[in-house]
């Protein structure tokens, strides 16, 4: 019994552990978990509204709404390419507020854009929508790899991991918030109404970030992490005293691109994001027209049930696998993830939709975390911005890519208009199980080309 009692208390200890120790991180880092869950909620909330929003006070068709949603999402994963060095080049609080700021700008452009343009393609309200669109996706571009640059600053080894994890986590409650919160004022005040509150939730993220990630409490924040690291307090100074031809030269020496195993291990992860990219190509589709009754009924619950389970899991998984080894948690939360994909081959109910979605969630909160540890990682010294940018383009290639086949395997394996019975969706999902599989694959055989050298180059 003795023996069982201590398994209980090691097993607590190590799950309850690593959130007392980010609990006891800085002011600073807290201030940046709050501005980033509060963005989350701002941005995912805008982005779910965004093509009514250009039906009906724009006045542009169902494929023109269509392509500004896609303007702002794909715009973005550009912006971070360009953009992820701004946070190695000033600084991490100059950075969120400009980011924070350009994003305000363009949130009252779009919010007001109806109402001092003329509506229609090309009309003077859609170009104004789409520079305030431009404002946000400027802003974005900055901001969350200044975010996770900034986990790398502000944490320890006890600490990393848990701190990358529940900024995830943070982004995934975003998603799910606004379904709680816009209904009701949506109702009362229509979607304009909507986005004066994500203008006002703007305003108080830049508050957070200019009262509470102070001068004084991030320099604080960052001696503490670089002792904690037993390592000589990290600064700018490095940069801080080049000139512009001296930063210029310095990025290109060490831009990621020249990286061939950076560039490996973005690239492999392609196979196995296809599945984040599902989620609204695919899942939505299958799961109103391959089954009936309640799943068809209710879909958007199931298509919408990632987010929060993300939440939920992701710093619970982080307490229990802390302490493991970032790239190992990498080829196993990968296989994690694309299994399940092949429980759908099964073909359609409840039990094998639901087992897919709680497996795979799993394996996301497994890997993606740490993915953007490893990069963060083994980004040199005021590289971390950029690395941070660079690593989301393969995602905007996934999210192409993917589109470019997943309506053709529905049109063949999940038609419309068809009874469930005549349908072939087992095939379907057994090629996209086929397909993201090879992302652990991919790793695994990389291991030992990844693993070497890493520790001399993390610490060079």
Request: aromatic residues 14%; proline residues 5%; charged residues 15%.
């Amino acid at each position: 019994m003795s023996q069982e009692n201590n398994l209980l208390k090691n097993t607590l200890k190590e799950i309850t552990q690593p959130f007392k120790d980010l609990l006891h991180t800085s002011r600073a880092l807290f201030g940046l978990n709050l501005s980033y869950m509060l963005e989350g909620l701002t941005y995912f909330g805008i982005v779910g509204l965004l093509a009514i929003y250009f039906n009906e006070y724009i006045g542009l068709d169902d494929i023109r709404a269509g392509n500004m949603v896609g303007f702002l999402t794909a715009g973005i994963t550009l912006s971070m390419l360009f953009l992820g060095a701004t946070v190695d080049w000033i600084g991490l609080r100059k950075s969120l507020l400009i980011a924070l700021s350009a994003m305000l700008v363009g949130r009252i452009i779009l919010t007001v854009s109806p109402t001092v343009g003329e509506p229609g393609l090309w009309g003077s309200a859609h170009i104004l929508s789409m520079v305030g669109i431009l404002g946000i996706i400027i802003g974005y571009g900055i901001y969350q790899p200044a975010c996770y640059a900034g986990v790398k600053k502000l944490t320890d080894e006890k600490t990393a991991a848990m701190g990358y994890a529940m900024l995830y986590a943070l982004m995934n409650l975003g998603g799910f918030l606004p379904g709680l919160i816009s209904p009701p004022v949506r109702k009362a005040y229509g979607i304009l109404g909507v986005f004066w509150v994500y203008v006002a939730l703007t305003v108080v993220g830049i508050f957070i970030v200019y009262f509470v990630i102070t001068k004084n409490a991030y320099e604080k924040a960052v001696a503490e992490a670089s002792q904690n690291k037993n390592e000589e307090e990290e600064d700018d100074d490095e940069l801080k005293n080049m000139t512009f031809k001296e930063k210029v030269q310095f990025y290109i020496k060490n831009f990621p691109l020249r990286d061939f195993r950076f560039l490996y291990f973005i690239f492999i992860l392609i196979p196995v994001q296809t599945l984040f990219a599902h989620n609204w190509l695919t899942l939505p589709l299958y799961t109103s027209r391959a089954f009936e009754g309640f799943v068809q009924d209710n879909f958007e619950f199931f298509v919408n049930l990632n987010p929060i389970l993300i939440f939920i899991l992701t710093p619970m998984v982080a307490a229990l696998t802390t302490k493991r080894n970032t790239y190992n948690m990498m080829i196993i939360g990968t296989f994690v993830m694309a299994f399940p994909t092949f429980i759908l081959a099964l073909g359609p109910n409840i039990n094998t939709l639901m087992a897919y979605l709680i497996i795979m969630t799993i394996g996301e909160a497994m890997w993606q975390p740490r993915f953007l540890q490893w990069v963060a990682e083994i980004a040199p010294k005021n590289m971390t911005g950029i690395y941070m940018g660079i690593g989301q383009f393969p995602w905007f290639l996934t999210k192409i890519v993917t589109s470019l086949y997943s309506g053709w395997f529905l049109m063949k394996y999940c038609p419309a208009d068809t009874p469930p019975s005549q349908m072939n969706t087992e095939t379907m999902w057994f090629v996209y199980g086929l397909i993201a599989i090879l992302s652990p694959l991919g790793l695994l055989l990389a291991k030992k080309w990844m693993m070497k050298g890493f520790k001399v180059k993390r610490e060079g």
